[in-house]
């Protein structure tokens, strides 16, 4: 079987644990997440890493990430090597091939001890500073597009927070689909779409991130119109499928 890989200059202890990734995950049982992709923790020379598998299904998606796009491990490597200190530190990836077609390949990133995602916040009212979360999530998020960031999946389970004393420390994962260029209001409104928040925190959001970005004065307004689009949307689809759809 045939392997690529890059790793991460610092990490260069890590070709052992990328060469026998395989090895390593299926002998690990600390899962913390497995629907198409599968994430463990796992503890090489003192380090907790978080491990994503990625399965490629098809044959067609096979032929396409062997030879027309890059692989989703390989994109979560190098976007998280350009998010900097925007997303947990990346490791490596490798990638194995069988008969010249990818099978399957990882990517490892160094775990970063979170005390909860964005979705609690929204889902709890009585979450302590709850607003205050929201403001400096919002701060946060002008941070990223003002470096010309666009998260394509900003959705609740793949924005991290940790507090330090009364600060908020953010970090985005699931990074293989970004976006990198200069964001005009209308995109920045649009980032918002996929957090599935109700529109009274949208607001509070929007406001704070207004406070610190020269937007329109509709930038709150568009912020909402694109959240309630996505919702319509995905509300359809599930609709056609028969699913309970949400608010």
């Not at 399965?55 to 390989?74: E, G, H, L, M, Q």
């Not at 509709?218 to 056609?240: E, G, P």
């Amino acid at each position: 079987m045939i392997h690529k890989y890059e790793l991460n200059e610092k990490y260069n202890k890590f070709q052992k644990f990328l060469f026998n990734i395989k090895s390593y995950f299926y002998s690990n049982t600390s899962t913390i997440h497995k629907a198409r992709n599968e994430l463990k923790i796992i503890s090489f020379q003192n380090i907790d890493t978080v491990v994503k598998s990625f399965k490629v299904p098809n044959i067609i998606n096979k032929i396409a990430y062997s030879f027309f796009r890059d692989s989703k491990a390989k994109k979560s490597y190098q976007y998280s090597l350009r998010l900097g200190s925007f997303s947990p530190i990346p490791i490596g990836y490798i990638e194995f091939y069988k008969f010249g077609l990818l099978l399957d390949s990882y990517y490892v990133s160094e775990e970063f001890k979170y005390d909860f995602t964005i979705r609690e916040p929204m889902l709890d009212t009585d979450f302590t500073d709850r607003d205050e979360v929201f403001k400096a999530f919002a701060r946060f998020t002008l941070e990223l597009h003002n470096n010309n960031i666009f998260h394509n999946d900003y959705s609740p389970g793949n924005i991290l927070i940790k507090k330090e004393n009364s600060d908020y420390i953010f970090k985005i994962v699931d990074v293989n689909r970004m976006k990198f260029y200069n964001l005009s209001d209308e995109d920045r409104a649009l980032n918002f779409s996929k957090l599935w928040a109700s529109d009274e925190i949208l607001t509070i959001m929007a406001q704070e991130y207004m406070t610190h970005h020269g937007c329109n004065n509709d930038f709150t307004s568009r912020v909402l119109y694109h959240s309630n689009q996505n919702k319509k949307i995905k509300n359809f689809k599930k609709r056609l499928k028969g699913k309970p759809v949400n608010d």
